[in-house]
């Protein structure tokens, strides 16, 4: 059964910086892309960022481009989300996200197959 735990998350100021982890297990983890999604309250849960199972692409939505950067240790069965230069927007619950090929092509929510239970980032102002 494969499980997806996110951590790092909290309370930071605007400006401030966070790391997120997401720790993934009962599954080839190298395999596999992993992309990071979040949501605010009442909203639609949104693509955030995603890296091919090898690392060499990554992919952002251009309202974190510059300020998030995304990376993953395979050998630790991990993926990273570095948030710089946060801000109130960034505000939500955010979620890792594990899928195949067709995942990573539509970076689509309904294409990732294996979702974390999140973890909550707020920024205040």
């Known amino acids: 059964q494969v499980r997806l735990v996110e951590s790092g998350g909290g309370l930071v100021q605007t400006g401030g910086s966070l790391r997120l982890s997401c720790v993934v297990s009962g599954r080839t983890f190298r395999s596999y892309a992993m992309a990071w999604f979040r949501q605010a309250p009442g909203k639609e849960r949104d693509f955030v960022t995603a890296?091919?199972?090898?690392?060499?692409?990554?992919y952002y939505a251009d309202s974190v481009k510059g300020r998030f950067t995304i990376s993953r240790d395979n050998a630790k069965n991990t993926v990273y989300l570095q948030m710089n230069s946060l801000k109130p927007e960034d505000t939500a619950v955010y979620y890792c996200?594990?899928?195949?090929?067709?995942?990573?092509?539509?970076?689509?929510?309904?294409?990732?197959?294996?979702w974390g239970q999140g973890t909550q980032v707020t920024v205040s102002s």
């Open positions: 996200a594990s899928g195949g090929r067709i995942a990573i092509a539509t970076m689509t929510k309904d294409d990732f197959n294996s």
């Open positions: 890296i091919t199972w090898s690392g060499d692409r990554t």
